[in-house]
């Protein structure tokens, strides 16, 4: 299967400041999907970006399907923020392969 | 909101019982995915269907077992359930077979059994 590996595992944020989350991705994918999870266990969809960059208010994506990564920005952190981010990938024919995520704290 | 509808979205039943979870998919999506989800595995793809058909399996028990319907609903069966079945699970749907479109996930089904 395709290894999907995420950093940092974990994120402790003062309310305001910036973020980079990473997600490797050990082959070449036709789907990479950005994903937050609430502290209710919902899973949000953030963005579908294969490759290119997309911005979405405070938050932004970029993917660099030819060196196997995506990057995920988030601006002016707020509490609400707070969750787990999962990258998830899926190359035609196989399953979606989720990496192991990266849990974001913001403190007020 | 998804459009992905998901019930019940709690459960709590005993080992040895069987439970059926039910997966609405967003209107126009032809394929349905389930994942579980528990502490120790992370998110775990179990199955995928295609317009009624069986199209993908990942590590899903034998204990489980999924269908597609002509409506598109989807349902998961667990049965001689036990402790470790104990989850999340998500029903997520797309358009088309090859996941070249945005996979939407449903709120989930928490699974406890006592």
């Known amino acids: 299967g395709i290894q999907v590996e995420q950093s940092p595992p974990d994120l402790i944020l003062q309310e305001g400041a910036n973020s980079t989350l990473r997600c490797n991705f050990s082959d070449s994918v036709n789907n990479l999907q950005w994903f937050h999870q609430n502290p209710w266990g919902q899973l949000i969809n953030l963005f579908y970006?294969?490759?290119g960059t997309k911005q979405n208010g405070r938050l932004s994506a970029t993917t660099v399907a030819t060196e196997r990564y995506s990057l995920l920005y988030i601006s002016s952190s707020q509490t609400t923020d707070s969750g787990v981010y999962f990258c998830a990938v899926l190359r035609t024919g196989n399953q979606f392969y989720f990496g192991t995520g990266t849990s974001l704290t913001v403190i007020p | 909101d998804s459009g992905v509808t998901q019930t019940p979205k709690h459960l709590i039943t005993a080992t040895g019982q069987r439970v059926t979870l039910r997966c609405s998919p967003r209107s126009g999506d032809l394929s349905v995915y389930w994942y579980q989800q528990s502490l120790d595995q992370g998110l775990q793809f179990l199955i995928q269907?295609?317009?009624?058909?069986?199209?993908a399996k990942g590590n899903i028990l034998e204990r489980f077992s999924a269908q597609q319907f002509p409506d598109l609903h989807s349902e998961l069966n667990l049965s001689s359930l036990e402790l470790g079945d104990s989850a999340l699970y998500f029903c997520a749907s797309s358009v088309d077979l090859t996941g070249g479109n945005t996979i939407y996930f449903g709120e989930g089904s928490w699974l406890t059994v006592v």
């Open positions: 269907y295609y317009n009624g058909e069986e199209r």
């Open positions: 970006i294969p490759s």
